[in-house]
C-alpha cells in the first residue's frame, strides 16, 4: 500500500530545504507510521533516510447550500512527513516528470 500521497512543495517547505538541504517534506496518509514511510521513501527514491518527524493537520472546512439548508462539514485530514536524510543523498522532485 502507498503511504505517500505527494511531495509536499511549498514556499515554506522549499525555504525549510534551502536552510537545511538534507530534509524533504511529503504529505503521507494519516495510518502512516514513521517506520512504513521511511521504508517507502527509500524505495521510491534510493536514498538513505536518517529521520522522520510527522504532524497531522485538519483538512478544509466545507459549505453547501442544498434544499434542507446550509450543510458544514470537513474535508479528510492528513498527515505531513518531514523527512532528513542522509548528508550528501538529495531527493529530486522533478526529474521524474
Known amino acids: 500500500m502507498a503511504f505517500i500521497i505527494k511531495p509536499l512543495v511549498t514556499e515554506k517547505q522549499t525555504k525549510i530545504t534551502e536552510k537545511n538541504p538534507s530534509r524533504y517534506g511529503f504529505i503521507v496518509r494519516p495510518e502512516a507510521n514513521k ?3 521511511k521504508k517507502e521513501v527509500e524505495s521510491l527514491y534510493h536514498v538513505t533516510v536518517v529521520d522522520v518527524n510527522t504532524l497531522r493537520y485538519a483538512g478544509k472546512r466545507l459549505s453547501r447550500y442544498t434544499k434542507a439548508g446550509l450543510i458544514k462539514g470537513q ?15 538529495t531527493i529530486d522532485f522533478y526529474s521524474n516528470i
Open 75 to 89: 474535508k479528510n485530514a492528513f498527515k505531513k512527513a518531514i523527512v532528513t536524510v542522509k548528508e550528501g543523498d
Open 35 to 37: 517506520l512504513q514511510i
